[in-house]
């Protein structure tokens, strides 16, 4: 029965990525909705997914929705003058920690959003350089470039950010060359908002330039400095590129790894380790006279039907419950399959007919088509909508010192050669996406050229429920974090992964510096960012590791009446992980 709905799901979900839905259908398609949703009892601030690491609401007291720099400045000094902490929001909110969220709902707060402040776009074709309102979205600026015959180089692989919220988070594409894939590292100047003395209107707009040293501690914020209002970002001549995908065995990939990086200008890998299967993005520009006029609309981020985001939530939570492993690999290796077949998203017109898909770089660089719902579909959304029960997942990313990358990998394949079988988990969603950071002169940036590692793995819908093989996931995170010493993406992560993370970066004193001199009051800072920037973990109660707001160290912070105990790591022993087993004198290491 079970391979049956697969094979149905599959059937389903490509009828609707080749051919779209029947044209005489009923259309309801599913925009995101806002961010910021209030009632007569108040506001509340939820992100994409619908949950927050802690599964606690973020509770806000007042929203205000400025659409110009001035109205942004007074929303600064109101608050200042009222003694108010201050976050800031866009239209989008795809951060997985609270870095929007003020604090508890017992803090006076004012939320800003950036959602109507996203008129401006001013771009400098003689310098090669675009000037943006902190609240346009990504895929708007691309846009007005490549219509001025100039192109943004680095972009995050998703779109569906804010140009002042993806620099504030370090969000980034792929690439080792010219300025790297880092997008704040094409930042060259930028305005701030902060506060300031009452014969200064309580706040101030200050412009930073890219000679003034507090740049590299603005370009990476974590929204704690002020408010961006404006960003200003180096381009380069338009162009095109040429992408092939070439999956093949995972063989070696430990020690090939950099030659990618350093071989194709936007590179990257994507392994999934029970498939024994590695893909090789060969990724590079070409000139605008190239044939072609390709799109990379990534499969993921598609719109999808309702029913089959749902059909497939719903099947591999029934896999988790019963611990049907084999169900979840056959669900995997139909994933795999599916991706190779339409080339992961890539398009060489309406669809796929073969490599290399050449396109333009605003074309190419980016995607996130299910934002947008395009009217033609039927009952479509994106995945993750928490409306619709569709994908729920954590999203682990690690950012390695690219030397010490393929030891980290060599240990992951240890722990896969045990029992290949569990790590089918996240072949589910994307495997393992590897991608090439360079180093930054940002304070919050990489301090050397980096090696990033996303993968995503299943949510339990309950925090409280224990997850099938969740200690693969827990010790494969540990291993990355602690003993090969990975930084966390801010934006993204489960809370134990930013554990003293102040302790790697060289220049965390200056950001700190920085932040004491723009905001003194700490206006700007929150429960969480509180907690970030002390080092401080939270403390541990029982079941706190089930969603890794915890490392366990006893076996109540696992789910002992469901079986999971707190027991060492397979390959990284100094791990501590929660792992079921029927017996618990049995299962003890």
Not at 250 to 266: A, L, P, R, S, W
Not at 380 to 398: H, K
Not at 420 to 449: H, M, T
């Amino acid at each position: 029965m079970a391979a049956s709905l697969l094979w149905l799901l599959l059937v389903l979900a490509l009828h609707l990525l080749l051919w779209g839905p029947a044209p005489l259908m009923t259309v309801h398609a599913m925009p995101p909705q806002p961010p910021v949703q209030c009632n007569d009892s108040g506001c509340i601030l939820y992100n994409s997914y619908g949950a927050w690491n802690d599964r606690k609401d973020c509770h806000v007291t007042n929203v205000t929705y400025p659409s110009t720099e001035e109205e942004l400045r007074l929303a600064v000094a109101h608050a200042n003058q009222n003694r108010l902490k201050v976050k800031v929001v866009s239209r989008f909110s795809h951060t997985i920690p609270k870095l929007a969220c003020p604090g508890s709902e017992h803090v006076n707060s004012l939320l800003i959003s950036t959602a109507n402040y996203g008129a401006g776009i001013e771009i400098d074709k003689a310098n090669l350089a675009v000037t943006a309102d902190a609240g346009i979205g990504l895929r708007e600026l691309i846009n007005k470039v490549e219509e001025a015959g100039l192109s943004l180089v680095a972009a995050p692989y998703w779109e569906g950010v804010s140009i002042g919220g993806l620099i504030s988070t370090g969000a980034h594409g792929s690439s080792w060359w010219g300025k790297g894939g880092a997008v704040h590292d094409h930042v060259i100047g930028l305005n701030l908002i902060v506060p300031a003395k009452e014969s200064e209107g309580y706040a101030k707009v200050i412009r930073i330039g890219p000679q003034d040293p507090l740049l590299n501690a603005a370009k990476v914020s974590l929204g704690v400095l002020g408010v961006i209002s404006k960003v200003k970002l180096s381009l380069e001549p338009a162009f095109k590129r040429s992408v092939t995908y070439n999956f093949t065995d995972d063989n070696h990939v430990e020690d090939i790894y950099m030659d990618q990086g350093k071989k194709h200008e936007f590179a990257d890998i994507t392994w999934y380790p029970s498939r024994h299967v590695a893909v090789y993005r060969y990724d590079d520009r070409v000139p605008l006279n190239a044939s072609g006029d390709g799109v990379y609309d990534f499969l993921g981020f598609q719109a999808n039907s309702i029913l089959v985001s749902k059909a497939t939530r719903a099947t591999e939570k029934s896999f988790e419950s019963s611990k049907n492993v084999n169900g979840k690999c056959t669900l995997a290796s139909t994933f795999v399959a599916a991706k190779k077949l339409v080339a992961n998203g890539l398009k060489n017109g309406l669809i796929f007919t073969g490599y290399p898909v050449v396109g333009h770089q605003g074309k190419m660089q980016t995607s996130g088509s299910c934002l947008y719902s395009p009217k033609e579909r039927i009952d479509v959304s994106c995945a993750w909508d928490p409306r619709i029960n569709g994908l729920f997942f954590y999203e682990s990313t690690a950012i390695f010192p690219a030397s010490k990358f393929g030891d980290f990998l060599r240990e992951v394949k240890k722990l896969r050669d045990i029992k290949p079988e569990n790590f089918c988990g996240v072949d589910i969603y994307n495997g393992f996406l590897i991608r090439f950071v360079k180093a930054s002169q940002a304070y919050l940036g990489q301090w050397e050229d980096s090696v990033v590692l996303d993968f995503n793995y299943y949510r339990a819908t309950d925090p409280s429920i224990p997850r099938l093989n969740q200690e693969v996931w827990e010790e494969v995170e540990q291993m990355a974090f602690f003993k090969y010493g990975a930084k966390p993406h801010w934006a993204k992560n489960r809370n134990l992964a930013f554990t003293d993370v102040q302790l790697k970066y060289p220049n965390f004193s200056k950001f700190l510096a920085a932040k004491k001199q723009l905001d003194p009051q700490n206006m700007f800072t929150s429960d969480w960012s509180d907690e970030i920037l002390s080092g401080k973990g939270s403390a541990k109660g029982d079941g706190c590791a089930l969603e890794g707001q915890c490392i366990c160290s006893e076996d109540r912070h696992c789910s002992p009446q469901d079986g999971y105990f707190c027991r060492q790591g397979l390959v990284y022993t100094e791990a501590r992980v929660c792992r079921y087993s029927s017996s618990p004198s049995s299962s003890k290491v």
